[in-house]
């Protein structure tokens, strides 16, 4: 199968890790909160990235997706109105639901359109850089007036970051929480895209009036997340030349999209328009024609092609809602993709040719 589906890092990308000399200590039981040390060093790239708190804000996570489980479990209750981007990050959407969540669009040009809703959310949870599945990424002053408008709306912003180190463009960084100068917010990183997501790992950091909640909960969730992988990602972060792999990892990747991107310029371009992502993992297309992308991954599955169709990351279908794909990158291999885009094209052609006029 050659897939486009998932957000898999590029194999090639995983570090060696050494589990020679793993301190007996580690397979002791440990603080819930993360390794001392590891918690400092998050904390210190939090401050360089512009996020300033206190080491005992940040806490170490079992995967990011942790967070999305904890915050879901502090912040929602049925009918609990969440604001979020539309389309938006699959697996928040199915979280947010479980718990109760009613949905709110959150339009990234005008997030003070919350403040008038006929109910004001609690949450409002984003993925300003990079977002899963457009790729898209918010401008600084998107990034200020989103902060505002959750300030002055008592909105507890919940800020998602695991794509921000796979940038291949200039774009403003800052999390959206640096500008939270006062309420409640909480900000979580990933270590999956840039080390190995079979390690997960993740990170959070929260405004102190939530800490003694997100705390008890990851308490209560799994007491501690895995030492083992705290100590390795801990030694890789502290490597000499972890800086240096990053680049790399960022050139890799940006070589691997523009090839992407060249294949689907030649493959694909009468059947759909997509932008150019200026980092993450994802290309986002929009069908010229409309056609069941559910249909057409069966079609594509049957000839050893997967993909993502976009209707499910809409929390309300939109009515042009069949009318996307989301692909992934970073997985297949430069001849996967030609001969995958190349299925795809073909399948596309049929599916259209196959519509009564
Ligand atoms: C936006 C977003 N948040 C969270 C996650 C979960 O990542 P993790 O592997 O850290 O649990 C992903 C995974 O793809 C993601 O795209």
């Known amino acids: 199968m050659i897939s486009f589906a998932g957000g898999l890092p590029a194999p090639a990308s995983f570090p060696d890790l050494s589990t020679a ?12 909160e993360g390794e001392p040390e590891l918690r400092l060093r998050i904390w210190r790239e939090l401050a360089d990235a512009g996020l300033v708190c206190a080491p005992e804000q940040v806490l170490v996570l079992s995967g ?32 947010f639901r479980f718990f109760g969540a009613r949905f709110i669009t959150l339009d990234p040009d005008r997030p003070q359109q919350l403040l008038q809703a006929p109910e004001r959310p ?18 600084a002053a998107q990034r200020e007036r989103l902060a505002h408008t959750c300030m002055t709306g008592g909105i507890t912003l919940f800020e998602d970051d695991p794509y921000r180190d796979l940038v291949y463009e200039p774009c403003d960084l800052q999390p959206v929480c640096s500008h939270m100068t006062s309420g409640s917010w909480i900000y979580q990183g990933s270590f999956s895209k840039t080390f190995a997501p079979g390690l997960r790992l993740g990170f959070l950091a929260c405004s102190p009036d939530l800490l003694p909640y997100v705390t008890r909960l990851k308490q209560a969730a799994d007491l501690h ?32 999209r523009d090839h992407f991107a060249a294949t689907l310029h030649h493959a694909l371009t009468p059947y759909a ?3 150019i992502p200026p980092g993450g993992l994802f290309f986002w297309l929009r069908l010229k024609t409309p056609v069941d992308t559910q249909a ?3 079609r594509a599955i049957a000839q050893g092609v997967a993909f ?16 996307y794909l989301r692909l992934n990158f970073s997985h297949a291999s430069e001849e996967e993709t030609e001969v995958g885009l190349r299925i795809l094209a073909d399948l596309l052609d049929a599916c259209i040719s196959e519509q009564p006029r």
């Open 122 to 139: 609690a949450l409002c949870y984003v993925v300003p850089t990079f977002q899963n599945p457009t790729g898209r990424c918010h401008t």
């Open 21 to 32: 000399a793993v301190p007996r200590e580690l397979l002791q039981y440990g603080a819930s």
């Open 308 to 323: 993502m169709p976009g209707e499910p990351f809409f929390h309300q279908p939109p009515q042009d809602r069949r009318n």
């Open 225 to 256: 997340s895995n030492r083992l992988s705290q100590h390795l990602v801990l030694q890789q972060l502290q490597h000499p030349h972890h800086a240096q792999r990053l680049m790399n990892l960022r050139a890799h990747y940006k070589a691997r």
């Open 64 to 95: 990011s997706q942790q967070g999305i489980d904890l915050v879901a479990k502090m912040c929602v209750d049925q009918g609990t109105a969440v604001a979020l981007e539309s389309p938006g990050y699959l697996a928040a959407l199915q979280v």
């Open 273 to 275: 328009e997509w932008h």
């Open 296 to 298: 057409l991954l069966q």
